[in-house]
Every structure is written in C-alpha cells, then in structure tokens.
C-alpha cells in the first residue's frame, strides 16, 4: 500500500512539475493577467457542437431517442461567449396497461466562462456555462404540452485536433441529460 501511494506522489510531483515548466518556458503565467490566452478561444471565435446525451429516465419511463443536442456559441471578449442550447429526446411510459409517449425538448440561451487565461494548453479549452430557458414536454397521454423555465449549468472541456475541429464532454444538468459529448466545429 505505501508503494502504491508513493508511486502516486511521485507521478503527480513528476506531471506537476512538467506542466509548471512547460508554462515558465512559454511564459504564460509570466505575462499579466489580462494579456494572457491559451488561444482555445477568443473574441472572434464561432462554435457549432452536436452532441449526444446519456439519457436520464426514470424507473418507469422508457428511453425512445438518447437526448441529442445542438449547440451555438460566439465569443464576446476572450473569455467569455454567449450561445443557445437545443436539446430534445424522447421515450414512452406505461399507465394503466396502455403506453404512452413523449417529447421533451430544452431550448436555453446560455453564457459561458472559458479558462484559457489559466490553463495553458492551446488544444484543451475548459470552460462553465450558465443558462435560462424552457423545457418542453409533449405528452400522447394527457394530449397536452407542458412548458417550465429551466435554470440550467454545464462544465465541460474540449479536445482539438486542428483549429477546426474538436471532441466535447460536459456534465451538468438541463432536464434531459447529465451527461453529453459530441464534436465541435470551430469557425
């Protein structure tokens, strides 16, 4: 066990000091706050994701179509974009002997902190978003359509393999799923 736990010390020393070098050498964390970026996102960048979620059911629902997701998002200053969210998925339940199905999209407009002036890493953009919106159910059963305001909060990081094209994962919650990925296109 000690063996075990040395061999983690010394890996997260090693990393630790890797990445702490890496940055002195670039001299990222050597330039003022407000002048340092990454280059994972800026002012000018244009963001297109589709994603697919894990779908959240409950014990009596049945899942139809996994949550899919698309996604907008504009940088306003180097750190900071606004977007829009859309999200549907749908499933069907049992009542009574019958089933019944469902509808349930998310449409949100949401606001996003990048932290591209703290991790300097130009290929990984980590980043926080909050939103407002609706979630909307349509359901065979009552023949009716249910809209909620949604308060929604996501975190998540990307992955580039060029400039242009990413992979995405993000948690959080937007009454669809609490987990997705997917690709990104950045223009």
């Known amino acids: 066990m000690k063996k075990i736990a040395l061999s983690i010390t010394a890996l997260a020393l090693v990393l630790g000091t890797s990445v702490s070098t890496y940055a002195q050498k670039r001299g990222f964390y050597s330039q003022p706050y407000k002048t340092r970026n990454s280059g994972s996102f800026s002012k000018s960048t244009g963001l297109l994701s589709i994603g697919i979620g894990v779908p959240d059911a ?5 899942v139809g179509l996994p949550p899919l997701y698309v996604k907008y998002e504009h940088g306003v200053a180097n750190e900071i974009g606004i977007g829009f969210l859309g999200g549907v998925g749908t499933g069907s339940y049992k009542y009574g002997g019958d089933r019944y199905g469902y509808v349930e999209t998310t449409l949100a407009a949401m606001g996003y902190y990048h932290f591209n002036k703290l991790i300097p890493v130009s290929k990984l953009d980590v980043y926080a978003g909050v ?10 059963y009552v023949d009716a359509t249910d809209v909620t305001p949604v308060i929604i909060g996501k975190a998540g990081a990307r992955y580039y393999f060029n400039p242009k094209f990413a992979v995405y994962a993000e948690v959080g919650y937007d009454n669809l799923s609490p987990a997705n990925a997917g690709i990104t296109l950045r223009f």
């Open 58 to 62: 409950y014990s009596y629902y049945n």
């Open 131 to 140: 939103g407002v919106g609706v979630n909307i159910v349509s359901d065979n």
